[in-house]
């Protein structure tokens, strides 16, 4: 898709060279000078003037209150030309082997190109133009927003690239709260008959499975002994007696499943309308760097003062990673689009009054001008100005910016 900039004013073409990767201590880098700008003579109209033998073009891109156009005023040794005595024809060389071949027809007293003039304005320009049986050849240059960076380089700057193409665009809200053990996962063991310990089979932290001695008891009436068995899996968080002690009614053991535990976090009583059962939701770990994924298995139905509606969400601790206590920040998705164009939001950079990404052919970087929809998490939609499949830089993108910058590679709007 091509993208069209906002009306403006008359606009004189002017050479504008590639930079190079800019220097700071940063990174490892070549530094060489910018390269200055080629003195442009401007016309009447603001256009590049194009001089041979007496016989002139000048050539502007006007868009005042018009999608950009190519606007041509011809004349003969400082006398102006009428528009039906000169054929002209613009060839533009974009980068990635894009070429545009502009025709041009009589408006008034001026010839006016037929195809709107897109964003970037970065082409190479070759203009004919034939009067009186002759023909009269130029060719520029008129970069903007390009740079060239070597692979090595770009690799050292960390500079990262993909292709453009279908996303997933996940709109989220964010929540906070801690992992908690759910009391499901606790058992006090305490004994069914008083009696007098016999034999405590375990140790404090030792991890049991379901059906594995925990206590053998001598009850009190009969003197028979009986072992307690573990009701679940899980390990030994409290051992409270020992071998020789009666039970007196107390809680002998505790016993906690550590294997599954629940983030319970507190929506926004704003957001709570937005939050249903089964939304997935991402959660960061504080001490952990892996984030943990689950999904929304309750829904509070009252608001905890201070705090919000508590939502929780199941997460497997089979490698025991998470321990209860630790604090969650929670993104839960509440809304998901599929999208045709997206590109990642880490690689979008500011260029003029645009939202750009840099694409990249070869060892070259262009800016693309973008068109945005929907945007959210790491993805955004792109409406606009960038073809499916392009090669564009998603990591590190500001380096490219800062040279492109500092080398003055943009036209002046």
């Known amino acids: 898709m091509k993208r069209l900039i906002q009306p403006g004013v008359a606009m004189a073409l002017s050479l504008i060279v590639t930079g190079t990767v800019m220097s700071a ?26 001089r041979q033998d007496g016989f002139a073009i000048e050539l502007a891109i006007f868009e005042d209150g018009v999608p950009p ?61 034939e009067y009186q049986g002759k023909t009269y050849r130029w060719a520029y240059d008129n970069f903007e927003g390009r740079v060239d960076i070597k692979d090595d380089i770009a690799a050292a700057n960390g500079i990262e690239t993909a292709k453009a193409g279908p996303g997933t665009i996940h709109q989220t809200i964010t929540a906070y709260g801690e992992l908690i053990n759910p009391v499901e996962n606790t058992r006090d063991i305490v004994a069914r008959f008083a009696g007098v310990v016999k034999k405590v089979h375990v140790k404090l932290g030792s991890q049991v499975k379901k059906g594995d001695s925990l206590v053998t008891i ?31 009614g107390q809680t002998l053991l505790r016993l906690i499943n550590n294997r599954e535990l629940v983030a319970e976090i507190y929506v926004f009583p704003q957001d709570r309308s937005k939050v249903r059962m089964g939304s997935p939701v991402v959660l960061e770990v504080d001490g952990v760097e ?18 919000g509606f508590p939502v929780r969400i ?26 045709s164009l997206s590109v990642k939001r880490d690689g979008i950079q500011a260029f003029r009054d645009f939202q750009v990404v840099y694409a990249k052919v070869g060892e070259t970087y262009e800016v693309r001008m973008l068109e945005l929809g929907a945007q959210a998490g790491e993805w955004a939609e792109v409406l606009g100005g960038l073809e499916p499949g392009t090669e564009y830089v998603t990591s590190n993108s500001y380096v490219i910016k800062a040279d492109i910058d500092k080398s003055g590679a943009s036209h002046d709007h």
């Open 314 to 339: 199941a997460i497997d601790n089979a490698a025991g990673v998470f321990s209860p206590g630790a604090f969650v920040h929670g993104r839960i998705t509440v809304a998901r689009y599929d999208v």
């Open 218 to 248: 001598e009850s009190n009436q009969g003197l028979n002994a009986y072992t307690i068995k573990a009701p679940i899996d899980g390990v030994v968080s409290g051992r409270y007696v020992s071998a020789g002690e009666q039970t007196d």
């Open 25 to 50: 201590p940063a990174y490892a880098v070549e530094n060489q000078e910018a390269a200055a700008y080629e003195e442009v003579e401007k016309g009447p109209n603001n256009g590049r003037m194009l």
């Open 69 to 129: 156009e190519f606007r041509v005023w011809a004349t003969l040794n400082g006398q102006p030309l009428s528009p039906d005595e000169v054929k002209v024809r613009v060839v533009l060389d974009r980068l990635g082997d894009v070429q545009d071949k502009i025709g041009f027809y009589r408006q008034e007293d001026y010839q006016r190109g037929d195809m709107a003039i897109y964003e970037p304005h970065s082409f190479a320009v070759a203009l004919n133009a």
């Open 290 to 307: 892996q984030p943990a994924e689950g999904v929304i298995s309750y829904i509070g139905a009252e608001i905890i003062e201070g705090q």
